[in-house]
Structure formats: structure tokens, C-alpha cells
């Protein structure tokens, strides 16, 4: 018992040494100063704290940037099949630009054109295999496509890659590119 008093004691006098100005409620700033000289680490606490929680928030973000963007993709699948060109409108950004499977190049305009265009009637739209490759305010998602459907009565299924291009703009993840690629059968 005598062991755990004396350990006490130590450690009660090692903590008026530390900071002896705050422990008598005296302000002396040179002598809180002259401490903090004599314990650099003080100096050095905050700044190892910041990064070492610094990157999780980023990490944090990241990942949550990540997740807004693949429901983006995803939404996208259920825009084409609900023909909702109003929505897709909201997610594309106004320079948006589309290389379709066969080659066409389709401004935004021509993109919601299609979409709005009923005589194409999806039956499945679906994104698998997606892969974000980030660079700043720029993510890349490259994945697989599956589509069938029928286009003015004309049965149609299409398998492929697409590459989309999102930017942050304003806080909103915005699509400026997309690409889309056959797989050979």
C-alpha cells in the first residue's frame, strides 16, 4: 500500500512540474513559455495529431465522393430506362460529350434527345465491374455494360466497357464524357 502513496506522490509532483504557471493560476507568460522551450513535444502534439486524422478525413471524403459517384452511375442506368431526360439534364455537364458504341458522337443535347426518344425501349440497363480512378476534382469510372432492349421494334443486346468522365463543379458531380465500346461476341 505504502508502494501506491509514494507512486501517487511522484506523479502529483511530476505534474506541478510540468506546467507550474497554470498549476498556481499565476499567468506569467515567459514562464509558460520558457516551459514550453523545455518541452518542444507540445509544439510538436498538435501537428502529429492533425496528420495523423487529417488523411482519415480526406480518406473520408474520398470514399464518400466515391459513393455519390457510383449512384450517379447507376442512376443513370434508371434514367435511360425511364426515359428521364430531365434528370439526366442534371447530371451531365453543359460541354458534355458521348462516343456511342457505333462510333457517333452525341452532344448533350443529342444525348437527351435519345433519351426522350420512346421508339428505343429499354428492358435492362446495368453497370457492373466499375473501377474509379481519381485525380483531384476528376474521377474516371471504367466498368462493363449490359443492354438489350428493343429500338423501333428491332430486338437489340449490346455488351461492352464504357470510360465515364465526372468533374466536381460547384460541389456537384458533374459527367463531361462517356464512351462506350462493343465486346466482340
Known amino acids: 500500500m505504502e508502494e501506491i502513496h509514494e507512486k501517487n506522490r511522484t506523479l502529483r509532483k511530476w505534474r506541478a512540474n510540468r506546467l507550474p504557471s497554470l498549476q498556481t493560476g499565476a499567468c506569467d507568460s515567459d514562464e509558460f513559455l520558457r516551459g514550453m522551450e523545455k518541452r518542444p513535444m507540445r509544439r510538436v502534439w498538435p501537428c502529429i495529431l492533425v496528420l495523423v486524422f487529417l488523411p482519415g478525413a480526406i480518406c473520408s471524403q474520398s470514399a464518400n465522393d466515391e459513393f455519390k459517384i457510383i449512384a450517379l452511375e447507376n442512376l443513370w442506368n434508371q434514367m435511360q430506362l425511364h426515359h428521364d431526360a430531365g434528370a439526366m439534364e442534371k447530371i451531365l455537364d453543359p460541354d458534355f460529350v458521348l462516343t456511342d458504341y457505333d462510333g457517333a458522337v452525341l452532344s448533350k443535347a443529342q ?13 435492362v440497363e446495368v453497370s457492373e465491374d466499375m473501377k474509379l480512378h481519381r485525380h483531384g476534382d476528376t474521377v474516371v469510372v471504367t466498368g462493363a455494360t449490359h443492354e438489350k432492349g428493343t429500338n423501333k421494334g428491332k430486338h437489340y443486346e449490346h455488351r461492352g466497357r464504357f470510360t465515364d468522365t465526372w468533374i466536381l463543379k460547384n460541389g456537384e458531380w458533374l459527367c463531361v464524357a462517356s464512351h462506350l465500346g462493343l465486346l466482340s461476341k
Open 111 to 123: 444525348f437527351l434527345a435519345a433519351i426522350r426518344d420512346v421508339s428505343d425501349q429499354l428492358t
